[in-house]
């Protein structure tokens, strides 16, 4: 498939490593996140991806509304929508992945009832460790 390039945002899926990729290259404005992340959904779903990587590095913050959609409607509904887990990769600069907000609220959604069950994720910031880890995904669940 194509890249799909929507203002802001460049979305695209390799067969060859099973990866969904987002990538963010500036600051969202031309699209609210909700767009981005429903185009996400409906690439997923048409390409039966699960292991999707999302270059946060230059989107900035997502606004505190954002952030409380995606974490309490879109990604505990992802099961119902994929009918399988997904893995997210996210690759962050590395001050953001070190930042103690960022740290404590990845490790507070670790404890939400439908991490494991609908999505995992880790924080990278390099694009190689992010994909290992879910070429790590991919041959753990074939183990399976």
């Not at 929508?81 to 404590?104: M, N």
Request: aromatic fraction near 14%.
């Amino acid at each position: 498939m194509s890249p799909i390039f929507l203002d802001a945002i460049a979305l695209a899926y390799r067969p060859d490593l099973d990866v969904l990729f987002l990538r963010w290259p500036q600051p969202v404005y031309a699209l609210s996140v909700r767009e981005v992340y429903q185009q996400v959904l409906e690439l997923a779903q048409e390409t039966n991806a699960r292991y999707w990587l999302f270059d946060v590095r230059s989107r900035g913050p997502l606004s505190p509304e954002d952030q409380k959609w995606v974490n309490e409607t879109f990604y505990p509904q992802l099961h119902a929508q994929l009918d399988r887990a997904v893995h997210v990769a996210y690759l962050l600069t590395p001050a953001h992945a070190e930042d103690t907000f960022t740290i404590e609220s990845a490790e507070k959604l670790r404890q939400a009832p439908w991490y494991g069950q609908s999505v995992d994720f880790e924080g990278f910031t390099s694009e190689t460790d992010a994909l290992h880890w879910l070429k790590k995904c991919q041959l753990v669940e074939v183990e399976h």
